[in-house]
């Protein structure tokens, strides 16, 4: 098993570029999450996708969209790049009910010039 | 929304020590707070999780204890080893699928 996937690894954009972000997992955990991890400010979540079908707003979701393209695949979309969107990027999966653990990916670093 | 502060920001620990990290929540609510770990340049992982119907939890050297009326929970690393050397997250699940992180605490185990 690969667990949570995530691609790229690094990306680095120019102001206003559009990029998706890949994640997926082999798990067959039923809720998927996007964070994003900022230099003394821990894990803030941006959105999230409690099951197939469904996805709602975290704590920062400005500037981003988000597709649940199937049960696996969970993607993470920036319309327009900003430089305030530097940060490393993390996906989550988790079984379903929000009280069990979170496995996460290896991470995106993404920094926008 | 639920807001965690975790404390304190770094630690520095002698090889064998004892080194305790702190969090608080705001909302009576939150009921799973989970610990991360998180080495270097990797992926945040679980290392112990608690429940709001359970006072304390213990895992070899690792525990975690919480106090509801206080909305504080504290992580607890017996007999600390270089190995442990890391960035440390709590977070508090509010309700389904809605995790919020404190901001880490740098733990530095010096031989």
């Known amino acids: 098993n690969a667990g949570v996937t995530q691609t790229p690894k690094f990306q680095v954009l120019k102001t206003g570029q559009s990029m998706t972000l890949q994640c997926a997992q082999d798990?067959?955990?039923?809720?998927m999450y996007w964070y994003r991890q900022d230099p003394g400010m821990g894990l803030r979540l941006i959105y999230y996708?409690?099951?197939?079908?469904?996805?709602d707003k975290g704590e920062v979701p400005n500037g981003y969209n988000v597709s649940r393209l199937n049960k696996r695949e969970f993607s993470l979309r920036l319309e327009s790049a900003a430089p305030s969107q530097t940060s490393v990027y993390f996906c989550?999966?988790?079984?379903?009910?929000?009280?069990?653990?979170?496995?996460f990916g290896p991470g995106t670093r993404l920094t926008v010039l | 929304g639920e807001n965690v502060e975790q404390h304190p920001s770094t630690l520095s620990v002698q090889e064998g020590d004892s080194a305790v990290i702190k969090c608080t929540y705001s909302d009576s609510a939150s009921n799973y707070f989970p610990w991360y770990k998180q080495e270097l340049g990797k992926r945040p992982q679980l290392i112990i999780d608690?429940?709001?119907?359970?006072g304390e939890k213990k895992d070899q050297r690792i525990a975690v204890t919480l106090n509801k009326t206080a909305k504080h929970f504290s992580l607890h690393i017996t007999e600390t080893q270089p190995e442990d050397s890391a960035v440390y997250f709590c977070a508090a699940s509010i309700h389904f699928n809605k995790f919020y992180f404190g901001s880490g605490t740098k733990l530095n185990v010096k031989p």
């Open positions: 996708s409690a099951s197939e079908g469904t996805t």
């Open positions: 608690i429940r709001s119907n359970v």
């Open positions: 798990m067959n955990h039923n809720s």
């Open positions: 989550a999966s988790s079984e379903a009910t929000g009280v069990e653990e979170q496995f």
